[in-house]
């Protein structure tokens, strides 16, 4: 991984901006680096990592830092990957191809159909995967003195698959998984075929795992929160490619049923009420921080 360019924030107090070139991946990324006010303590920092940070970069700084100010959680070095504004493809497209792990050309094509412009091909999570623990993550516990044994992954939406993917693929690599909104139903699901042979093996795994979704991520939330697009032929063929409305409710509870088989790990599911798949994700990563640090030691 090359650092192209190394700025502080004129928005974020004690962040550093990051555009980074990663040796397997041909886009850039930009990463924000918010670290704690002090010296660290002899062990280092936790680390948090979190996806989309276009979206997450400030408001993941403040659920981190906010409940850290209250002791309610260890102070924390906050890292979002994002990727560059003036970059070809919208984050909302490039995301599709680092988060999720299995190609699936039948979902790209509606997809980007609705974003108007032709989408990268998807299935490289185990590139961005690669990206995060081997070069990244080392390049920040040197410089910013992270404890290489605390850190935490954030990820909502495809995010939280993502996510979900880590702890299944290298569950070492990460000591605290949090998952909100979670795209399950990514290819018909495989990922629960995934998680069942995970939770069937009896080697005990060292990790925490907070599974969450708005109360209204239900199938029939979403028929009717979209049921203004369905006048449109391409949404209708996006629905029917995803098998019909998805349940993000149901599918998150299922997996982290799954995920407690296993032995030594941790895993809830909570539903957070009354909110959307847009609204539910700061309010769970605040619970889900709070539940992976509870009479974790």
Do not use: C
Not at 23 to 48: M, Q, R
Not at 273 to 287: D, F, S
Request: glycine share 10%; hydrophobic share 40%.
């Amino acid at each position: 991984m090359k650092i192209l360019t190394d700025e502080p924030s004129n928005t974020i107090p004690n962040t550093r901006i990051w555009t980074v070139q990663p040796s397997g991946i041909e886009s850039p990324f930009l990463v924000t680096i918010t670290s704690p006010k002090g010296d660290a303590p002899e062990s280092g920092w936790n680390g948090v990592v979190a996806t989309d940070g276009n979206m997450s970069a400030g408001s993941v700084v403040q659920v981190v830092g906010y409940p850290a100010m209250e002791g309610g959680l260890p102070p924390a070095v906050v890292v979002t990957i994002g990727y560059l504004l003036d970059w070809p493809m919208q984050p909302g497209l490039a995301r599709n191809q680092d988060l999720t792990y299995l190609p699936w050309p039948e979902w790209d094509e509606p997809y980007g159909q609705i974003w108007g412009e032709a989408p990268p091909p998807s299935g490289e999570a185990d590139l961005f995967l690669s990206f995060i623990n081997d070069e990244l993550k080392p390049a920040i516990e040197q410089q910013f003195s992270v404890n290489r044994s605390e850190w935490t992954l954030l990820g909502h939406s495809l995010g939280g698959l993502f996510a979900t993917h880590a702890l299944l693929s290298d569950p070492g690599r990460f000591r605290r998984y949090l998952a909100v909104g979670s795209s399950y139903w990514w290819k018909r699901s495989h990922i629960f075929s995934r998680a069942e042979k995970f939770g069937s093996e009896t080697d005990p795994i060292d990790a925490r795992i907070y599974i969450a979704a708005g109360g209204l991520e239900t199938a029939e939330a979403f028929k009717q929160q979209w049921a203004g697009y369905m006048e449109q032929e391409v949404w209708r063929h996006y629905i029917d490619v995803m098998g019909g409305y998805i349940d993000i409710v149901a599918d998150s509870a299922k997996m982290a049923d799954m995920l407690a088989k296993r032995p030594g790990i941790s895993a809830t599911y909570e539903t957070i009420p009354e909110e959307t798949h847009g609204t539910a994700v700061l309010p769970a990563y605040v619970r889900g921080l709070r539940w992976l640090h509870a009479n974790a030691e």
